[in-house]
């Protein structure tokens, strides 16, 4: 059983720049997380996909966008990069049915660094 | 809002010393609540859950009950290892564990 994997490991951009991540959700899980966890604090919710369309955004901006593939791998791209968007970006997956999604599974994480 | 509240660290102990980080929360209804661990260079790794009430998790010698009259999830090792070094994340969520709002996080440290 394969775990889930992101890409890049790590990435430099200059701030305005525009950055693409990419994550493969474990097998047999059909829903993806993606989170931003800054230097020193815990992960934030940034949104979730499933299905291929947004499930529940947290408190992140609009240049902070995604997609969700068939296969249900994931994207998420960040539009206009500012310093404060230097972190790792972590990615999980999970698997919904019609009840409750008691367990998600994290990848290693993106660290970006913006300059 | 839903929030978590993590003790402060770093914790530094001792090998086969005793391990309590304490956790908190705040939220509307019955959240699922969680620990997991971040070993250095990697992701999160859940270390165990607990979904209602008085339930208690454990993994790997770790151990933590969820107590809804004090709204806590306390993390405890009755001895801990080098090996358990780490950063450990409370965390909680609604019906969706996908959409969990973590803590800040405390970084433990076991010396030989």
């Known amino acids: 059983e394969t775990g889930v994997t992101q890409s890049p490991t790590h990435l430099i951009k200059t701030r305005g720049q525009q950055v693409t991540l990419r994550c493969s959700s474990q097998?047999?899980?059909?829903?993806v997380s993606w989170y931003q966890q800054a230097l020193g604090q815990g992960p934030q919710f940034i949104f979730q996909y499933y299905r291929e369309e947004e499930n529940g955004r947290g408190n992140f901006p609009p240049r902070f966008s995604g997609l969700q593939f068939p296969n249900y791998s994931s994207e998420l791209n960040v539009n206009a990069l500012e310093l404060d968007d230097s972190a790792l970006y972590l990615c999980?997956?999970?698997?919904?049915?019609?009840?409750?999604?008691?367990?998600?599974?994290f990848g290693p994480g993106t660290r970006l660094t913006v300059t | 809002g839903n929030s978590v509240t993590q003790m402060e660290g770093p914790v530094t102990l001792s090998e086969e010393a005793f391990l309590t980080i304490n956790c908190t929360y705040t939220?509307?209804?019955?959240?699922?609540l969680f620990w997991y661990v971040q070993y250095p260079g990697e992701g999160l790794q859940l270390l165990l859950k607990?979904?209602?009430?008085?339930d208690k998790g454990s993994n790997k010698g770790f151990e933590a009950t969820y107590r809804k009259e004090t709204t806590s999830f306390h993390l405890e090792k009755g001895s801990v290892q080098v090996s358990d070094s780490a950063v450990y994340f409370c965390?909680?969520?609604?019906?969706?564990?996908?959409?969990?709002?973590f803590g800040d996080g405390t970084t433990l440290t076991v010396k030989p």
């Open positions: 999980a997956s999970s698997h919904q049915g019609t009840g409750v999604t008691y367990e998600q599974y």
């Open positions: 939220a509307t209804g019955y959240p699922s």
């Open positions: 607990a979904t209602k009430a008085d």
């Open positions: 097998s047999g899980h059909n829903t």
């Open positions: 965390a909680l969520s609604g019906t969706n564990a996908g959409k969990s709002t």
